[in-house]
């Protein structure tokens, strides 16, 4: 397409099925290289970013999961040319390849859990300064207590999650010490019983509020990480 840009969804191991529609309704194609399939739509500038826009993205991807193995790109990735395209799955086609095979036959759920905050301190807490200096003290100590219970109830909340998951990748929220989230690669057979071990967790842990969205694409395990 002369004067426009290509805008890519997925690297995936086949073609997209008949009916996949991109964004704006512009029609999809791929750029092959040896056995990737990059799917691709021209338009004559980048898409804006709107949530309408953001949902249709999420869409095309899901679509294309149902009758391929993808590696989902983040909204917004666009190249010029097709040859600028195959140069770079070219470059890259061993980890692309590599890829594929990791994610092959499973989804990403995300997990969210907001931790119970600590009101006073227990028996496994060391014990405070004899001579707290302030309300900066008793503040870093609140804080810290808070760090440690967080940590400790994520790891129970992680451990029975990733057991039943390929990969996964999780932390301690920023800025609150009392969230958690994390994303899992689960085979798309085991999506069901994920979902009851969330149920089992929050019956379980019944001041700890566990969340579980999906599935989605793989995108948090497009590249090699470890966990």
């Given at each position: 397409m002369s004067g426009g840009l290509l805008y890519v969804y997925a690297i995936a191991d086949s073609s997209p099925g008949e009916g996949v529609t991109g964004l704006h309704g512009a029609p999809l194609r791929v750029v092959e290289h040896g056995d990737l399939r990059a799917v691709v739509s021209d338009h004559a500038v980048a898409p804006e970013p709107d949530e309408e826009v953001l949902w249709a993205h999420e869409r095309v991807l899901e679509e294309l999961m149902r009758d391929s193995t993808i590696l989902p790109m983040r909204f917004g990735s666009t190249v010029t040319a097709d040859e600028v395209l195959k140069a770079a799955l070219?470059?890259?086609?061993?980890?692309?390849?590599?890829?594929?095979?990791?994610?092959?036959?499973?989804?990403?759920?995300?997990?969210?859990?907001?931790?119970?905050?600590?009101?006073?301190?227990?028996?496994?807490?060391?014990?405070?300064?004899?001579?707290?200096?302030?309300?900066?003290?008793?503040?870093?100590?609140?804080?810290?207590?808070?760090?440690?219970?967080?940590?400790?109830?994520?790891?129970?909340?992680?451990?029975?999650?990733?057991?039943?998951?390929?990969?996964?990748?999780?932390?301690?929220?920023?800025?609150?010490?009392?969230?958690?989230?994390?994303?899992?690669?689960?085979?798309?057979?085991?999506?069901?019983?994920?979902?009851?071990?969330?149920?089992?967790?929050?019956?379980?842990?019944q001041d700890l509020s566990v969340s579980c969205t999906g599935p989605w694409p793989p995108y948090s395990f497009v590249s090699e990480e470890p966990g």
């Amino acid at each position: 397409m002369s004067g426009g840009l290509l805008y890519v969804y997925a690297i995936a191991d086949s073609s997209p099925g008949e009916g996949v529609t991109g964004l704006h309704g512009a029609p999809l194609r791929v750029v092959e290289h040896g056995d990737l399939r990059a799917v691709v739509s021209d338009h004559a500038v980048a898409p804006e970013p709107d949530e309408e826009v953001l949902w249709a993205h999420e869409r095309v991807l899901e679509e294309l999961m149902r009758d391929s193995t993808i590696l989902p790109m983040r909204f917004g990735s666009t190249v010029t040319a097709d040859e600028v395209l195959k140069a770079a799955l070219a470059q890259r086609e061993e980890e692309f390849v590599a890829s594929l095979g990791r994610v092959r036959g499973a989804v990403e759920l995300s997990v969210r859990a907001q931790l119970p905050r600590v009101a006073e301190p227990n028996e496994l807490d060391p014990p405070p300064p004899a001579k707290p200096s302030g309300p900066g003290t008793a503040y870093l100590l609140d804080r810290a207590r808070q760090q440690r219970r967080g940590e400790e109830v994520a790891e129970l909340v992680h451990r029975p999650l990733s057991g039943l998951a390929r990969r996964s990748l999780s932390k301690v929220g920023r800025g609150d010490p009392c969230s958690f989230k994390a994303a899992y690669l689960v085979d798309e057979g085991v999506v069901e019983t994920f979902g009851e071990r969330v149920g089992t967790l929050n019956e379980t842990f019944q001041d700890l509020s566990v969340s579980c969205t999906g599935p989605w694409p793989p995108y948090s395990f497009v590249s090699e990480e470890p966990g």
